[in-house]
């Protein structure tokens, strides 16, 4: 079985970065880093003394594994500039086939890390979700012994798997957000600190941990309140927060029979 020891990345973003950092962190070398701007190239390079290039058809062929970190619309378009065929190939995308990867290399798949991933944060990287999936079972085994060097929380997935991953991490986590984004801007017309509601965001995270988020479902939809629904509407101040309030108690009563 290959074992992976060198590396090339093709992308210089988030994704990218953090793959970099761990891979060079668990003494992998990282052989180059590619990226359309010479500078995020550069940039990123610099710190783990690979060869910044900005030339897709400069890829040298010496790499163990190729790991492709982009965009999920530039794909294709980077991978049609290939010139030379891959080693072995993986993207980290949670909602592209493998597939895209079969014309440029024999051995090909993917290791998607279930995260939000941001240059300035950073978080337990051996807890990260890393889901693996080969075009056939040496790949896969390959990427396996790879990928446990790198979480403590590696899982094989299938296609349709991950991508039901990656639609419910969109759900979870950035409409989840979204919803943040609305309740902070709330407390700032109003010069209430955001903080007093992370006792509240915490404790029901804590609580989905012992129990269904339906179970820990709670507040004025959940309990058919529809005096305190009325009185919330009428303190939005667009039509589209309004909208978003009634779709979201909509749902929630539905979910619990009212």
Partial sequence: MIDIKTVTIVGAGNVASWFAFILA????LINQIYSRSISNANELSAKYSAEPIDDIKKLSPNSDLYLFALKDDVYLEVLDELSIPLTFAVHTSGSNSKEIL??????????YPCQTISKTFSFNELVVPLCVE?????????????????????????EQQRFSLHLAAVFASNFTNAMYDIAFTILEEKKIHWEMLLPLLQCTLDKTKTMSPQQAQT???KRG????????????PTKELEQIYQLLSDFIQKRNGK
Avoid: C, M, W
């Fill in 219 to 221: 507040g004025p939809a």
């Fill in 25 to 28: 962190k668990n003494g992998f």
């Fill in 225 to 236: 309140d529809a005096l305190i629904l009325q009185r919330h509407i009428e303190q939005l």
């Fill in 134 to 158: 080969g075009n056939n079972s040496d790949s896969e085994n390959i990427l396996l012994n790879f990928a446990t060097k790198l979480s403590d929380n590696v899982k094989i997935l299938d």
């Fill in 102 to 111: 079969s014309r440029y290399s024999k051995r090909f798949g993917v290791v």
